[in-house]
């Protein structure tokens, strides 16, 4: 467990995100995020960006640890000029094993661009990083008005049995 806390906090901090330790006693090892429509560091397809629909990739989940109630993503990009940019928050999903592609299965908070949708890659130049970092957790999420990724990391905390992360990559072509 301790190599799993381990690598939540270093995919945390490159993420660029709040460490949110994995609950002792949990084994977590198998709780993983992948996508039919590009490879862990590999390019997200157009379709899902700005240069494309526009809509969320279809995200498999695998692994869902017992005593789960509900599911959290967040996707980021930490590569933005301006800091970290956050592009969709995503709470009480409950725990299937399928986010289809432009669904909301949960609940949705604020982005960086001020809106509680999906908003797709959308780099101003160069090769960006795009973290979909997906948790599991023992509760569900009592939001308030106006919530933003820093509101539910704040009340994931203390409720993460596990976290998985998907890297996906994008470039609209500019130098």
Same mark, same amino acid.
């Given at each position: 467990m301790k190599i799993n806390q381990a690598l939540v906090c270093v995919g945390v901090l490159i993420g660029g995100s709040l460490a949110l330790p $994995?609950? =002792?006693?949990?084994? /977590? +090892?198998m709780f993983q995020v992948t996508s039919p429509a590009f490879h862990d560091n590999e390019k997200i397809p157009a379709?899902? #960006?700005c240069s494309g629909e526009d809509v969320n990739p279809p995200l498999y989940i695998h692994g869902i640890p017992e005593g789960a109630k509900t599911l959290a993503l967040i996707m980021d990009d930490p590569d933005a000029p301006m800091g970290i940019w956050v592009h969709w928050v995503l709470y009480n999903i409950p725990p299937v094993e399928v986010i289809a592609e432009n669904s909301v299965p949960g609940q949705q908070a604020l982005n960086s661009f001020g809106r509680t949708h999906y908003g797709g890659p959308c780099p101003p130049s160069g090769t960006h990083r795009y973290f979909f970092k997906l948790y599991a957790l023992d509760t569900v999420l #009592? =939001? +308030?008005p106006k919530w933003g990724k /820093?509101? $539910?990391i704040k009340a994931m905390k203390g409720h993460v049995l596990a976290e998985a992360e998907l890297i996906g990559l994008f470039n609209r072509g500019k130098p």
């Open positions: $994995v609950k =002792p006693g949990i084994t /977590a +090892s379709r899902y #960006t #009592t =939001p +308030s /820093a509101d $539910v």
